[in-house]
Nanobody, 119 residues
Framework: QVQLMESGGGLVQAGGSLRLSCVAS????????MAWYRQAPGKQRELVAA???????SYADSVKGRFTISRDNAKNTVSLQMNSLNPEDTAVYYC?????????????WGQGTQVTVSS
């Protein structure tokens, strides 16, 4: 029903920046949350940043002040601007979508994109 297409991952040196983008297509509900998660080797997947269609945001403590999540509701797109990257940010980053429609709350994951930060 919903497809998430991610882009922007890659290799960057510590202190550098990357911008991840995710485009959602399909049966998109107007009320929804889009988010970025990441999973590093040996660690569980964790929430990095989330933004609702209403404009509220949340960030992991480890990325506050460095990462910024933004949305284009008309295009069903969410982006993650990552600045001041450090090796601890190395992980596979996943786009996430959750819709809200009455008692129906569909959720979907993107395929993931690798972000590698070298020291």
């Amino acid at each position: 029903q919903v497809q998430l297409m991610e882009s922007g991952g890659g290799l960057v040196q510590a202190g550098g920046s990357l911008r991840l983008s995710c485009v959602a297509s399909g049966s998109i509900f107007s009320t929804n949350t889009m988010a970025w998660y990441r999973q590093a080797p040996g660690k569980q997947r964790e929430l990095v940043a989330a933004r609702t269609s209403g404009g509220s945001t949340s960030y992991a403590d480890s990325v506050k002040g460095r990462f910024t999540i933004s949305r284009d509701n008309a295009k069903n797109t969410v982006s993650l601007q990552m600045n001041s990257l450090n090796p601890e940010d190395t992980a596979v980053y996943y786009c996430y979508y959750k819709g809200y429609a009455g008692t129906y709350f569909p959720s979907y994951w993107g395929q993931g994109t690798q972000v590698t930060v070298s020291s």
